[in-house]
């Protein structure tokens, strides 16, 4: 099974609406990313969190990391339209190369 | 920027025919990686290099190879292609060290084997 798992796997909210995306995962890690997904296109890398830190900001971007619970969360505030992606998270073990990434969450912003 | 282009958007191959994938990043980054990306699997990693002529196996090898012998360019091979192997490639980078584990991503390639 996946190392890192979002929920819900998809989202639909109306344009100016807040967002939440949700990442579960299994054993210790290092630090946990989000990255973006527009459709049929590469990746591109949002934010890190590392295990001793418990919120970070990036503009419209929250996150939050839980290591009792092994899960993070993602909010994007004020939604636009151009938000729509897939969004994936990303967990990084203990002093090793991979990270390995969840099955991602499908947002959707209504115009 | 970081920039990672890959050769090609799409690709139709047949089966039995080698494929060569090329990705190449101009940040001179240590690290190159290569998934396949299906639906409701996510991103599971090929292979993995650190280093020219270094390379590590990934969670699903099988049926894949990879060559690294300039830091900016990482090739995946498919030695001889299978319907199974029709997917989205994507290659990333990125720089050695604990504070440096940003992946950059390249557009994708979608490979359909017929």
């Known amino acids: 099974s996946q190392q890192g798992e979002e929920d819900p796997q998809a989202l639909s909210i109306q344009e100016g609406e807040n967002a939440t995306m949700n990442c579960s995962y299994k054993t210790s890690i290092n630090n946990l990313q989000w990255y973006r997904q527009n459709s049929g296109r590469g990746l591109v890398h949002l934010i890190l969190?590392?295990?001793?830190?418990r919120e970070k900001h990036s503009g419209r971007l929250r996150v939050t990391l839980d290591t009792s619970k092994k899960s993070s969360s993602l909010l994007i505030t004020a939604s636009r339209a151009a938000d729509t992606a897939s969004y994936f998270c990303a967990t990084s073990i203990g002093g090793t190369y991979k990270y390995i990434f969840g099955t991602g969450t499908r947002l959707k912003v209504l115009a | 920027d970081v920039k990672v282009t890959q050769s090609s958007r799409y690709l139709v191959k047949r089966t039995g025919e080698k494929v060569f994938l090329e990705c190449v990043q101009d940040?001179?980054?240590?690290?190159m990686f290569w998934y396949r990306q299906d639906p409701g699997l996510g991103l599971r990693l090929i292979y993995f290099s650190y280093d020219v002529k270094m390379k590590e196996k990934g969670d699903i090898p099988e049926g894949y190879s990879v060559s690294r012998e300039k830091k900016e360019r990482f090739s995946l091979i498919l030695e001889s292609a299978s319907t199974n192997q029709t997917s989205m490639y994507l290659c990333a980078s990125s720089l050695w060290g604990e504070s440096q584990y940003e992946q950059y991503f390249g557009p994708g390639t979608r490979l359909t084997v017929t």
């Open positions: 940040m001179d980054h240590e690290n």
């Open positions: 969190i590392r295990s001793n830190e």
